[in-house]
């Protein structure tokens, strides 16, 4: 249950924080309106960092159903404990999802272009071709899936990947902020294709929030689209978790 509890606390900090400040950005009439990629990508960082400081000392912070695949997928977590991280990081990220729409309650109803409104919830790409938006996903959370084992694997004392533990890797020092600067870097670098969601659960469950809530003038929650930042994601962090198990080895000898 402690485990539940801190993803889906953690989740809802990185959703109201990082899907807030694209409602900022994005809706009509708010303080922050237009003012651009460097304002979302900086405030994502932000958001990671904050919600790893909060639950990290308690759940490893996975926040992110990637991270839990790709940590599985190493025997850094057993497979028993997936579908209490899954499900704890899906209410989380709906339950933030929520507190954005109310937070912005005003601004709906005054925002006209539907697309703006759904970018609050979940990504979309900027250039709609499936293949290329899928390995733009994978190549993003490989990357990000590797440097936080980088992260750990630099913060504590192991002999292989396997026996990386985010729990201890984030209860103490500035991991969980580096762990934001990835995610800033991952969004400066690579974000202009799909908005680099990079984690399931971050863009399922705020589109289901959006699918839901009763948003004048919403238009359509884009399913067609919706696979691939769940499916990319998930195989990018197996990837990325299998690649630096594979480079640490050599290392390690």
């Known amino acids: 249950m402690e485990i539940f509890l801190a993803e889906v606390v953690g989740t809802a900090i990185l959703i109201v924080i990082g899907d807030g400040v694209v409602a900022n ?25 904050m919600a ?6 308690v759940s490893g912070a996975h926040l992110n159903p990637a991270v839990t695949f790709g940590l599985a997928s190493i025997d850094s977590l057993a497979w028993a404990e997936v579908p209490t991280y899954l499900a704890g990081e899906m209410v989380g990220a709906m339950l933030g999802a929520v507190l954005v729409y109310v ?16 970018a609050v919830f979940c990504t979309g790409p900027a250039i709609r071709s ?4 899928l390995v733009t996903e994978i190549i993003g959370t490989a990357l990000l899936m590797f440097g936080i084992l980088g992260i ?26 580096l762990v934001g600067f990835l995610v800033w870097a991952i969004g400066l670098s690579l974000g202009g294709p799909t908005g680099y969601a990079i984690n399931p659960a971050r863009d399922l469950g705020p589109r289901i929030v959006h699918a839901l809530l009763p948003i004048d003038g919403k238009g359509d929650s884009d399913w067609g689209y919706a696979w691939i930042p769940v499916v990319g994601p998930i195989v990018g962090g197996v990837m990325g978790a299998l690649l630096f198990q594979a480079v640490d080895g050599v290392f390690l000898g």
Do not use: C, M
């Open 25 to 49: 950005v994005v809706l009509a009439k708010t303080k922050g309106h237009n003012s651009g990629w460097i304002v979302i990508t900086t405030g994502w960082g932000l958001a990671v960092a």
């Open 52 to 57: 790893v400081y909060a639950v990290g000392r």
């Open 152 to 177: 750990g694997a630099n913060a504590l004392e192991i002999q292989s990947a396997s026996e990386i533990d985010l729990s201890a890797v984030f209860s103490t020092g500035i991991a969980p902020l």
């Open 103 to 118: 937070s912005y309650y005003r601004h709906w109803g005054a925002t006209d272009d539907p697309a703006a409104k759904l």
């Open 130 to 133: 499936p293949v290329a938006n």
